[in-house]
């Protein structure tokens, strides 16, 4: 059985910096991880993409040069650093990971991330 856990997200003010994580537990082949948030009224939206089998990084446009995800293969965890936030930044931001040769997907539940004075 998979899970996926995030957690890092708070409140902060704009300007300022927050680092998300996203843990995976169970075995299986993984063809990409990433994050996407859903802010109030909106669709969930792409925020960082890596594919785990050609290292591919897609970012949204938006936090280009802001934000950086990142992984670690041996704790099966990926990062999302988040520099220069914005209030529109603010969202619920999830976790999503994409099973290799399968049209599995994973969810977390969610972390809050608030940027607000």
């Known amino acids: 059985q998979v899970h996926v856990w995030e957690s890092g997200g708070g409140l902060v003010q704009p300007g300022g910096s927050l680092n998300l994580s996203c843990a995976v537990s169970g075995s299986i082949p993984i063809k990409a991880m990433g994050w996407y948030r859903q802010a109030p009224g909106k669709e969930r939206e792409l925020v960082a993409l890596?594919?785990?089998?050609?290292?591919?990084?897609t970012y949204e446009d938006a936090v280009k040069g802001r934000f950086t995800i990142s992984r670690d293969n041996v704790k099966n965890t990926i990062y999302l650093e988040m520099n220069s936030l914005k209030p529109e930044d603010t969202a619920v931001y999830y976790c999503y990971i994409k099973r290799l040769a399968s049209a599995s997907t994973y969810w977390g539940l969610g972390t809050q991330v608030t940027v607000s004075q």
């Open positions: 890596v594919s785990v089998t050609s290292g591919d990084i």
